[in-house]
Every structure is written in C-alpha cells, then in structure tokens.
C-alpha cells in the first residue's frame, strides 16, 4: 500500500485528528525531506533549524490565508515532490483533500471570497524533528466566514519547516 494510501485511509477514519504524539506506522520506506538550504536562491523562507521557526511560518500562513496573499501563500507550501496533503474536513464531510498543491491556489482564492478568516487559538509545536524531516505540529483555531456552515472550531496537525508540507484540520463537534 502506498504513503498516499495510507494517509488517505487514516483522513477517512478520523486519524488525522489525533493529537501528533499519535504514530502513524509505515510498513514502506519513507524519504525523508531535505533540511531547506540557508540563502538558497528564491528560498520564500530562511533555513529553519528550530521549531520556533516552524511555528512562525504556519503563523505566517494564518496571517497571508486570513489577507488572501495568493503570492505569500504559494511560498509558505512545500513544492512537488515533498509537498505531501492539505486537508479540510466539516464532520464527516471532506470540503477539500489536495494531494497535489496545484489545488490549494483555486480553494484559497475560493476561501477567501467567502469571507473565510482564521484565528490561531493554540500552537504547539515538537521541539524535535520528525521522522519525515519537519517539525510536527498541532493547532486549535477558530474560523469564520460567510458561509455558516465553514464557521465553528477545528483542530488539526501538520509538518512543517520551512515551508508546510502537511497540513489537516477538521471541525470540532
């Protein structure tokens, strides 16, 4: 079964919303994602070596989702190949899984004329780098909107360094 497989079954189960400390097992060789280079040419963010500085980008990527910075945005997510998901789920219901981020520009746009807003309420972010190379993370917000049935609180985890490679969050309730 492959990785894209399994994520897929485990956002289908509702594992995606376990706290990260939750461990997922692989039975398959996983690449591990390359350290982002300090001063690389067109890098959107420096080199993160520390957590600190993978909560400053998923902060940033509240603040540019929140002001529909299109261009901000396309920065702060992973390219192919290690972009790896970017999940939304109402309940039972999936409003968006992209496993290919050239779906995330439209849903953002789409986001943003709705009226959509995000309010960080926590962060937590892992001290040490993950199996994958990124800093796990997990979040509670609050989001609000012109579309009633978007509105509510979620939660969700990711990975990140210095760009977002993973990102999931449902709705609480």
């Not at 894209?4 to 289908?12: E, F, G, N, Q």
């Not at 957590?51 to 980008?57: C, G, N, Q, T």
């Not at 940033?60 to 910075?69: K, L, P, R």
Request: hydrophobic share 40%; charged share 30%; with cysteine.
């Amino acid at each position: 079964m492959s990785l894209r497989s399994h994520v897929a079954a485990a956002i289908l189960l509702g594992a995606v919303l376990q706290p990260p400390a939750a461990a997922v097992v692989v039975h398959e060789p996983v690449r591990a994602k390359p350290l982002c280079p300090a001063g690389r040419p067109g890098a959107p963010v420096a080199s993160t070596t520390r957590a600190e500085d993978a909560a400053r980008v998923v902060r940033d990527f509240v603040a540019a989702y929140n002001g529909g910075d299109a261009d901000r945005l396309d920065e702060l997510f992973s390219r192919e190949p290690d972009f790896e998901w970017y999940t939304v789920s109402r309940g039972a219901r999936q409003e968006v899984t992209a496993f290919d981020r050239e779906r995330l520009h439209p849903y953002f746009a789409r986001r943003h004329r709705a009226g959509d807003r995000l309010r960080l309420l926590d962060l937590d972010v892992r001290e040490e780098r993950g199996w994958h190379g990124g800093f796990d993370f997990s979040f509670r917000l609050v989001r609000s909107s012109g579309q009633r049935s978007a509105e509510g609180r979620y939660h969700g985890k990711g990975a990140a360094d210095c760009t977002i490679f993973v990102w999931s969050m449902g709705r609480e309730g």
